[in-house]
């Protein structure tokens, strides 16, 4: 693979994240509900902006055992950052709503909870079982734990989803406002490279 193509490939995956993010931001605006999106995305999203110099190191590295290292590195470092954040993101979600929502699922499903500064516990569950909420710019992410519990924080944030969409959910000003400047920043990233290129 030419270095040129790679880089227009780049080039073109950091344009399209760019422009996926400022569409988000609009629906947002749009329809003004939060929105929830699950954290493989970003990784996702992450693995497209690398994929032209995963490729490149991988042809490069035909027949040297050596040279596959750095995509080795690579690709376990996509793993960890998967593994570190798994859940759901809740974008424009504003804490008291986002709360009274969780709270509300966890009833209608039945659950027993203990509700602290930035966690759920339930002691229906393992010890120790807990869903915790993490502040990010524009965003809360939104985590079970431990992850073998994976169906049952997809059934909450499904009945989460579903309160969002029946009643008027207020949304965070600053979400809107994250992914536009992060959408604003990939394109900015994109022309500079397409320049260089």
Known sequence: MSEHF???LMTFMVAAVGLLSISAAVRLLAVRKPMIVPVWSNTLLMFLILLPALLDIGIRSRGSSLRVLPLLALIGVLVLVHRANRGYYVLGAVDRCLREAIRAALRGLG???????????LPSFDHGSRISLRPWPGAMQVQIEP????????????????DYRTRDAMISASGPTALIVGGLICLILAVMMYWIA
């Open 6 to 8: 790679e880089t227009l």
């Open 111 to 121: 659950f027993e909870f203990v509700e602290g500064e930035t966690w759920f516990q």
């Open 147 to 162: 992850w073998r519990h994976r169906s049952t924080l997809r059934n909450i944030m499904s009945r989460v989803d579903r």
